[in-house]
């Protein structure tokens, strides 16, 4: 499933911040390759040794990361165990998590933002076509690899992280916590996620990118966050209608009613083009 890598070829570097469950580290993997060292910058994820026991959903993540291949999917090495550390070691992404960079004010024009849309859909397409669900599709979770320069026109390049331990392992605490990136049929029945369910929370990260990194329903408690279901209602809608379209159709609380992948592509491709994208070169960061 995935090659396991041996704890003392690993070297921790610096701490770059901690998940639900994980911390994350910069990291060094030591390879002899044709009989010469060679040391790969890496990340290092760990999960935390108070959710130990979830290791095999930790690992369950990383060996589907490590069973396909994409341009847009991060790249798994492999895994460590040492005593009672359960390590991920991933490609060491640049520039990090989307949302984070989003919110250091980096203003990037909308069609950045369109074309990162673009490559996390052909991702979802891709898994789609492999029948794969990926359970944890938010800005946290896309990775920038490339920044892209608007003076140069070169684009940005994002990489979908790994989903971590499934949604069936989450206590009902976390998964409410998870509104409104995680479908509202994930709630009833948390056992049985569909390929529909990564195009709710496509709709949820589309919104997250248009605003800035800043995450929906921010600061808002549990009770709340299970009446914004129960009310079916809407995240707040972008004022380019089309893009609110876009989203909600998304964000159907009918599964059935959500787009194909390829029709959310061809949206995305006439979103590119409409003239809102020349007028809006870049937005004046509101934060
Ligand atoms: N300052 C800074 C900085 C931080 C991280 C990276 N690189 C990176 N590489 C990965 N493979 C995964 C991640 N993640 C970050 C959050 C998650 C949660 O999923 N992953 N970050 C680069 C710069």
């Not at 995935?2 to 610096?14: A, G, Q, S």
């Not at 049985?192 to 408690?221: H, M, Q, Y």
């Not at 709340?224 to 089309?242: D, G, H, I, N, V």
Request: net charge negative; proline share 5%; aromatic share 10%.
């Amino acid at each position: 499933q995935f090659n396991i890598i041996k704890y003392e070829d690993l070297k921790w570097d610096i701490s770059l911040g901690q998940g639900s469950f994980t911390r994350i580290f910069k990291g060094y993997k030591t390879d002899i390759h044709k009989g010469e060292k060679q040391v790969t910058e890496v990340l290092l994820k760990e999960l935390d040794v108070a959710h130990k026991n979830s290791w095999e959903s930790f690992f369950e993540a990383a060996s589907l990361m490590s069973q396909i291949s994409h341009k847009h999917l991060l790249l798994v090495y492999g895994i460590s165990v040492h005593g009672v550390k359960n390590i991920m070691v991933q490609e060491f992404v640049k520039y990090g998590a989307l949302d984070l960079y989003l919110k250091r004010g980096r203003s990037v024009s909308v069609s950045w933002k369109l074309d990162v849309a673009k490559q996390l859909a052909s991702a979802l397409s891709f898994l789609e076509e492999k029948n794969i669900f990926h359970g944890n599709i938010c800005a946290k979770n896309l990775l920038l690899a490339r920044e892209g320069d608007p003076l140069q026109g070169s684009s940005p390049f994002i990489k979908l992280s790994d989903p971590g331990i499934s949604v069936a392992m989450l206590g009902e605490d976390v998964i409410l916590d998870r509104i409104p990136w995680v479908a509202p049929e994930v709630l009833e029945d948390p056992d049985n996620p569909t390929l529909e369910c990564d195009k709710w929370s496509f709709g949820a990260t589309v919104w997250e990118i248009f605003n800035n990194g800043n995450a929906p329903l921010r600061g808002w408690d549990l009770k709340l966050k299970r009446q914004f279901y129960e009310a079916f209602q809407q995240l707040p809608p972008s004022q380019w209608t089309e893009l609110a379209e876009l989203i909600s159709q998304c964000m159907s609380y009918q599964p059935a009613f959500r787009p194909s992948c390829r029709s959310i592509i061809r949206q995305l491709n006439s979103l590119i083009t409409s003239d809102y994208v020349i007028l809006h070169a870049t937005e004046p960061v509101t934060q």
